[in-house]
């Protein structure tokens, strides 16, 4: 939750970024410090899960800065009315 929204109702600004799903798998390894040969011995559930974690973290970046984006152009807008 965000705020009091859930996490995927929230909808974020697209940037048309896309990439293939190898990339995507190859990231989520990475960043739960596996090397390639150890992720593979995961468990395909195990392997599943940890890309579902990646994402979700990315996902609440991705909605914490783009409200903190929306704040800093509010409170800019707000300034610049003051002046």
Sequence with gaps: MFRGRKIRDIRLPSAGVSHAVELEWYLA??????????FEELEGDEQARRI????LNNR????????QNKERERQSRK?????
């Excluded at 390894?29 to 150890?38: F, Q, S």
């Excluded at 579902?52 to 994402?55: D, K, L, Q, S």
């Excluded at 609440?60 to 409200?67: S, T």
Aim: charged share 30%; aromatic share 18%; hydrophobic share 35%.
């Design 60 to 67: 609440i970046e991705a909605v914490v800065a783009d409200y």
């Design 52 to 55: 579902a974690v990646y994402r």
């Design 79 to 83: 300034n610049n009315r003051k002046h």
């Design 29 to 38: 390894m990475h960043w739960w410090g596996y090397k390639p040969e150890e």
